[in-house]
């Protein structure tokens, strides 16, 4: 059964930093793309990252880029999201999911629960 | 960036009767160098995270109920639930992951008449 489950959301203040992990299980995690995405509280939701498989190629959002990375460790099954110069609007609950293949342009077939990052002084 | 509109914003439906949601790309999401259309569908219950419904816009993801069906190409596309029931209210949203960044189209709340 696939698993994903992130930790490391928390209050931060604006301009601060924060690391998001996901530890994955129930699949060879290094075969395949992973993403992050996030929903603003009472939003949609917003494709955040993508970390391919087949080369390790990382893609950004317009709204992240520069600020965020994306990271894997496959010996360690765990996808990492840093973000730092966060901003109130990056409030949201941020998603860890796996794609369906090592390729990043793949659909999304498992999310996980979901961590809550607030942004706020 | 390829732009996602979903119609209709919100739409209540009898149980037993069938649901409709529309998905349109601004440019085409159909590579032809696989005939696959790079749209999916997914499912978001209140409280919980999305759940995968259809993928390369027309296929199943398993274990999804036959009453759900994802149809179109190019640029429109059609998420039809047959028969909805009562575990179906939701927001459903469309993906493209054809073109980064892959974006989410606004979502479309399906409540019960």
């Known amino acids: 059964e696939v698993q994903l489950l992130e930790s490391g959301g928390g209050l931060v203040q604006p301009g601060g930093s924060l690391r998001l992990s996901c530890a994955a299980s129930?699949?060879?995690?290094?075969?395949?793309?992973m993403s992050w995405a996030r929903q603003a509280p009472g939003k949609g939701l917003e494709w955040v990252s993508v970390?391919?498989?087949?080369?390790?190629?990382?893609y950004y959002a317009g709204s992240v880029k520069g600020r965020f990375t994306i990271s894997r460790d496959n010996s360690k099954n765990t996808l990492y999201l840093q973000m730092n110069s966060l901003r109130a609007e990056d409030t949201a609950v941020y998603y860890c999911?796996?794609?369906?293949?090592?390729?990043?342009?793949?659909?999304?077939?498992?999310w996980g629960q979901g961590t809550l990052v607030t942004v706020s002084s | 960036d390829i732009v996602m509109t979903q119609s209709p914003d919100s739409l209540a439906v009898s149980l037993g009767e069938r649901a409709t949601i529309n998905c349109k790309s601004s440019?085409?999401?159909?590579?032809?160098?696989?005939?696959?259309?790079?749209l999916g569908w997914y499912q978001q219950k209140p409280g919980q995270p999305p759940k995968v419904l259809i993928y390369w816009a027309s296929t199943r993801e398993s274990g999804v109920p036959d009453r759900f069906s994802g149809s179109g190409s190019g640029t429109d596309f059609t998420l039809t639930i047959n028969s909805l029931q009562a575990e179906d209210v939701a927001v459903y949203y469309c993906?493209?992951?054809?073109?980064?960044?892959?974006?989410f189209g606004p979502g479309t709340k399906v409540d019960i008449k």
């Open positions: 970390i391919c498989a087949n080369n390790n190629s990382t």
């Open positions: 440019q085409s999401v159909l590579y032809s160098s696989n005939n696959k259309n790079y």
């Open positions: 999911a796996k794609d369906s293949g090592d390729s990043c342009y793949s659909p999304i077939d498992y």
């Open positions: 129930g699949f060879t995690f290094s075969s395949y793309a």
């Open positions: 993906q493209q992951y054809y073109s980064i960044p892959f974006t």
